[in-house]
């Protein structure tokens, strides 16, 4: 079932700034986003009765997660949840704003339902956390997946500029979604194991950089044909070469 998104903020300019770039990583198939954000009178502050409406108007879209920034935004949209009309799905997140909106975008645009693209919001910090270093009972750290045997692979080398960064992760990340297909990543000079390829937050904490060598493994049905894809995107540099 298609996953739409709710942003609430205390600041509009705030919402419509992160939800820009946001939608900018979903690529051509992004999530229906409706911003609920700010007051009547363009203040800064939340308002139930907006957010409900946008809650309502997200539903016509199929599931909903709700993004929020501070903490009375998660009381006004605990509030708007009883003044809504929709019966439709309703996850709230408590993932980081920026990223974790990021993260529901692109997770929504490869087609996860709410509870997928809510899990992926509540790791959105590990890219941080994995390059500034371990901190002791991280929130939201998840171990890696276990390294399992696969049914195909193939090995590139990255050349963007900036390596697997978020435009290039998000495009990898819809490519991967579009197949039958689980696919993971492994980066050759890394002992950290493989990721899995659906999982934007799993993929930027790779820290894949100009010049590495990764493993693209594949199993399931489309699993040719999604490797296939997916090398000639490393190859052709996510269009950034």
Known sequence: MTTAIVVVSHSRPLAE???ELALQMGGATAPAVLVAAGTADSGIGTDATAIAAAIDEAAEA???????????????????????TSR??????????????????VTAAAGADVAAVRAETLRALRPKQEQLGPEPEAPGDTPAAPARAEASSFEAVV???SGLHARPAAQFVTT???FDAEI?????????AP???????????????????????????????????????????????
């Open 88 to 105: 439709a799905p309703v996850l709230l997140s408590a993932g980081p704003f920026v990223e974790g909106l990021i993260a529901a975008v």
């Open 62 to 84: 199929g599931e909903v997660l709700v993004v929020m920034d501070l903490g009375s935004a998660i009381l006004s949209t605990e509030l708007a949840l009883e003044l809504r």
């Open 195 to 241: 990721v899995d390829a659906a999982s934007i937050i799993e993929l930027m904490a790779l820290g894949v950089r100009q010049g590495d060598r990764i493993r693209v493994s594949a199993e399931g049905a489309e699993a040719d044909a999604a490797l296939a894809a997916l090398r000639e995107q490393i190859e052709e540099g996510f269009g950034e070469l």
């Open 159 to 161: 050349r963007n500029p």
């Open 184 to 192: 993971r990543v492994a980066r050759l000079d890394s002992d950290a």
């Open 176 to 178: 991967a979604g579009g």
């Open 17 to 19: 700034a992160a939800v």
